[in-house]
């Protein structure tokens, strides 16, 4: 579900992770959860400040968008790590 998390970050960004962590939130999978909310995030930032620039960071999009494949496939092939300078979930 994570790497769906960040998959869906290419097609509906802060919206699919939203979704998962509503899913997920009342303890279905904590560490689901957490990734999805760290997810919705920074997705969330990212759009914001995309907005708030006038479209002047959208140069930056193909970067965030290999960055969401390439932690979709991390947390696809079983690695716990994310967003880097975020924390680790703890458990």
Do not use: N
């Not at 939130?25 to 957490?34: C, E, M, R």
């Not at 079983?78 to 880097?84: C, F």
């Amino acid at each position: 579900m994570v790497a769906v998390c960040h998959g869906a970050g290419l097609v509906a960004p802060g919206i699919g992770p939203l979704v998962i962590w509503l899913m997920h939130k009342d303890g279905k999978s904590d560490f689901v959860a957490y990734r999805a909310k760290q997810a919705a995030i920074v997705q969330g930032v990212i759009i914001a400040v995309m907005i708030v620039s006038c479209g002047l960071a959208t140069f930056l999009a193909p970067l965030w968008w290999a960055g969401e494949a390439w932690l979709a496939w991390q947390a696809w092939q079983g690695k716990r790590e994310g967003y880097p300078g975020m924390p680790v979930f703890p458990g």
